[in-house]
């Protein structure tokens, strides 16, 4: 009899029933391995596959993950190898790729479409490396600004966070994942990750499983209708329960009541932590059995966990029903992904990858390739073109006059490619190579500047000023000189990577070092000043949003950055990015997330204001938008029913321009708190100078629901307040009532 896993005339659920039918227990659990390439040598990485049947390799790249793949394609069964890596804005971790700002700069553009975009040229580019998986979008709520990782989310909304997951998961998977040039997105860190006590990483989420399906599953579901093709469970605990060993999350909510056919992967040794940090296991068989249990597929770098589940099986503890379950669900995208029908096969690109054998120079785009090709180049530009936020334009003075003859750019941050590249990139991951030379051109906010003021013969002058941390290394007097006969400053603050990412949640959002005293110094030159802040999240600097002439919000912005902004300040490009996050005057205001819930006393701290120094939504054009003639299709509906709401916005300032049209939803009375108002549709438009144009949307009347007290999602009879504007401000929406019956 043939080998019918082998023959694609066969359906993949004929072909997995064939392949797990002549699979040993040892073979199945090894396919529920993925082995971290850089923390084993390389004789164990084979032994993984020759002795054990691995699954996955994470972060094997160019010609590795070649010879890897061809030992897995020669055992027993020639089951193909998985490899996954931290493609998260590119393929950055390669050098020559395609580096696009990060998810919270690629939030600021409020574009689908260009998310997508991102997706799809990420996807070309790992693919081409011979890669398969990446774990990205991160869907994670980025509501606690203390957090680490706020770089990575796409800001703090449910709504707008499901909009741009589902945009990137499509552009990443494309019309199908047999398709070579698509990879399997991931949806993580599932679920209420960010919400850690405290902003603290992976540390206990104090949430009703309510609350979770109220705020940080809406996403979650977004990526389950996109067809994500894999989750990955979070680090840390909901109310005490790990999510690693959470049944009820994983099994329960994401396979059972969603109906989540993919595979989970664990997040990096989830299931030996369930030993050394969260201490719900005593040992590897306890952690391996709960982990089983609760639905996770695949085990990321925790290796102790194959001997114990073989064990776990043997004595008849854990059924090996349940091993066959992950393993389908592996087995079942492998054979989606085209792993068995040749595409395991494909040569990667001749040295893709610094260190794989050849030049890196052979994958980049300037001789033709696919990696960091001109086509990849122009939708980053563009992308973080739309994703520069201008705060503060006061008198204005953006963009120059073109009278100024010489500029002054001063800051920390002004020239410093790590700064605006940010976490997950070659420069920081896997293996940090902080000195290493980017192979292709990378604009910083003075290169940038630079460039376009020799153009008009404007000189430029560059003064660091000051340290982002180190407060003895300074020399404010250099700066203030070198900007006493400018016409204009350029001021480039903001935070660096000891600041960001995993392991470094910050109790103090204010500028470090000596960057407010330098703020303050050159203010007192007497010249405009112009603060760009270049940072991986929002940070607490009003002073600055009162003092400057005009503030820039340019989050990690990638290759591109320091362009994106030279054409704003020029005047090349009118600003359209709005905040997918909202800024605090102080560390202690947090949290300060628009769609809070009413009932404080007071409304506000004693000593803070009682709104966010810039709110979710916010951001200035050139022009100025007038909205007008809020209308509803109906007024009186019922659940079933669809509204449509129109609103007419005018462009009536000098420039064309693009504007995000923001829909929110107040729920009047309801059975349990709601929040103050919710986002729950945008439309990202063009307008011409003068031009009125009528922006429709569509409302579901079931997008109205409550998560009422017994968990159960409803949509209530009553008043519901449609709000519509450019931001979430309540003076910024116009207003009309809708009832339900």
């Known amino acids: 009899m043939g080998m019918k896993y082998k023959d694609k005339s066969y359906t993949v659920e004929e072909r997995v029933d064939d392949l797990i039918g002549r699979m040993t227990l040892e073979e199945k659990i090894g396919q529920m391995m993925q082995i971290s390439f850089i923390s084993v040598s390389t004789e164990e990485a084979e032994e993984w596959i020759t002795r054990r049947c691995a699954g996955s390799f994470l972060h094997a790249l160019g010609d590795d993950a070649k010879r890897l793949q061809e030992i897995a394609m020669n055992t027993r069964l020639g089951i193909p190898l998985l490899f996954g890596i931290d493609a998260v804005r590119g393929h950055a971790l390669h050098n020559g790729a395609t580096i696009f700002p990060t998810q919270l700069g690629m939030a600021c553009t409020w574009n689908p479409e260009l998310v997508k975009k991102a997706g799809r040229v990420t996807a070309k580019e790992v693919a081409a490396d011979g890669l398969h998986w990446t774990f990205s979008p991160i869907l994670c709520l980025g509501r606690d600004l203390r957090w680490g990782r706020i770089n990575e989310t796409f800001g703090e909304d449910p709504h707008l966070t499901g909009v741009l997951a589902a945009s990137i998961i499509q552009g990443y998977q494309g019309d199908s994942?047999?398709?070579?040039?698509?990879?399997?997105?991931?949806?993580?860190?599932?679920?209420?990750?960010?919400?850690?006590?405290?902003?603290?990483?992976?540390?206990?989420?104090?949430?009703?499983?309510?609350?979770?399906?109220?705020?940080?599953?809406?996403?979650?579901?977004?990526?389950?209708?996109?067809?994500?093709?894999?989750?990955?469970?979070?680090?840390?605990?909901?109310?005490?329960?790990?999510?690693?060993?959470?049944?009820?999350?994983?099994?329960?909510?994401?396979?059972?009541?969603?109906?989540?056919?993919?595979?989970?992967?664990?997040?990096?040794?989830?299931?030996?932590?369930?030993?050394?940090?969260?201490?719900?296991?005593?040992?590897?068989?306890?952690?391996?059995?709960?982990?089983?249990?609760?639905?996770?597929?695949?085990?990321?770098?925790?290796?102790?966990?194959?001997?114990?589940?073989?064990?776990?099986?043997?004595?008849?503890?854990?059924?090996?029903?349940?091993?066959?379950?992950?393993?389908?669900?592996?087995?079942?995208?492998?054979?989606?992904?085209?792993?068995?029908?040749?595409?395991?096969?494909?040569?990667?690109?001749?040295?893709?990858?610094?260190?794989?054998?050849?030049?890196?120079?052979?994958?980049?785009?300037?001789?033709?390739?696919?990696?960091?090709?001109?086509?990849?180049?122009?939708?980053?530009?563009?992308?973080?073109?739309?994703?520069?936020?201008?705060?503060?334009?006061?008198?204005?003075?953006?963009?120059?006059?073109?009278?100024?003859?010489?500029?002054?750019?001063?800051?920390?941050?002004?020239?410093?490619?790590?700064?605006?590249?940010?976490?997950?990139?070659?420069?920081?991951?896997?293996?940090?190579?902080?000195?290493?030379?980017?192979?292709?051109?990378?604009?910083?906010?003075?290169?940038?500047?630079?460039?376009?003021?020799?153009?008009?013969?404007?000189?430029?002058?560059?003064?660091?000023?000051?340290?982002?941390?180190?407060?003895?290394?300074?020399?404010?007097?250099?700066?203030?000189?070198?900007?006493?006969?400018?016409?204009?400053?350029?001021?480039?603050?903001?935070?660096?990577?000891?600041?960001?990412?995993?392991y470094k949640d910050r109790a103090d959002l204010s500028l470090s070092g000596s960057q407010q005293k330098l703020l303050e110094t050159l203010k007192k030159c007497g010249k405009p000043l112009i603060v760009v802040l270049v940072s991986s999240k929002p940070l607490a600097m009003p002073w600055a949003a009162e003092n400057a002439d005009a503030l820039l919000a340019a989050f990690n912005p990638g290759m591109f950055g320091g362009r994106a902004v030279a054409e704003i300040i020029f005047g090349e490009v009118n600003p359209c990015g709005k905040l997918p996050i909202s800024f605090p005057y102080h560390s202690g205001q947090l949290p300060v997330y628009y769609n809070q819930l009413p009932g404080w006393h007071g409304g506000r701290y004693m000593d803070m204001p009682g709104r966010p120094l810039y709110s979710f939504g916010y951001g200035l054009s050139y022009n100025c938008y007038e909205y007008s003639g809020l209308r509803l299709s109906q007024t009186t509906c019922t659940a079933d029913d669809t509204v449509t709401v129109y609103v007419d916005v005018t462009n009536a300032g000098p420039y064309d321009g693009m504007e995000t049209v923001q829909l929110y939803v107040k729920d009047v009375i309801s059975s349990v708190v709601t929040p103050v108002r919710q986002l729950k549709g945008f439309v990202k438009t063009e307008i011409r100078s003068g031009e009125t144009k009528t922006v429709e949307f569509t409302l579901p009347v079931s997008e109205l629901y409550i998560i009422d007290e017994n968990e159960k999602q409803v949509v209530e009879p009553g008043e519901f307040e449609i709000l519509v504007g450019p931001d979430s401000r309540p003076e910024s929406l116009l207003k009309a009532v809708l009832t339900v019956l």
């Open 177 to 502: 994942l047999s398709d070579p040039d698509s990879i399997l997105a991931c949806a993580k860190h599932y679920i209420a990750y960010g919400e850690g006590t405290g902003g603290r990483d992976a540390y206990d989420s104090q949430i009703s499983m309510r609350k979770v399906r109220e705020v940080f599953l809406p996403p979650f579901r977004k990526a389950v209708e996109a067809g994500c093709a894999t989750f990955m469970s979070s680090y840390q605990s909901i109310d005490g329960t790990p999510v690693t060993a959470n049944k009820r999350a994983l099994r329960g909510l994401l396979k059972e009541e969603l109906g989540y056919d993919g595979f989970v992967v664990t997040d990096w040794n989830n299931a030996g932590s369930l030993i050394s940090n969260q201490h719900v296991a005593g040992d590897m068989e306890t952690a391996a059995k709960k982990t089983i249990e609760a639905g996770n597929d695949m085990i990321m770098n925790t290796n102790e966990f194959y001997e114990a589940a073989l064990r776990l099986v043997r004595n008849g503890i854990v059924p090996e029903e349940l091993i066959d379950d992950a393993v389908r669900r592996i087995l079942r995208i492998k054979f989606k992904l085209g792993l068995f029908d040749g595409r395991a096969n494909s040569a990667t690109v001749a040295g893709a990858y610094p260190g794989s054998g050849s030049a890196a120079h052979n994958a980049v785009g300037q001789d033709g390739s696919i990696i960091g090709c001109k086509e990849h180049l122009d939708t980053a530009l563009e992308i973080t073109r739309q994703s520069i936020v201008l705060l503060e334009n006061r008198n204005n003075t953006l963009p120059l006059s073109g009278t100024e003859k010489k500029i002054a750019v001063i800051g920390p941050n002004a020239d410093d490619i790590q700064s605006h590249f940010g976490d997950w990139t070659f420069l920081s991951h896997p293996e940090p190579k902080p000195d290493e030379a980017p192979i292709l051109p990378v604009y910083t906010i003075l290169s940038g500047i630079r460039e376009f003021a020799e153009e008009r013969g404007i000189s430029t002058v560059y003064h660091k000023g000051c340290d982002i941390m180190d407060v003895e290394d300074e020399d404010i007097s250099g700066a203030v000189e070198c900007a006493a006969d400018s016409d204009v400053v350029v001021a480039v603050v903001g935070d660096c990577l000891r600041q960001n990412g995993e």
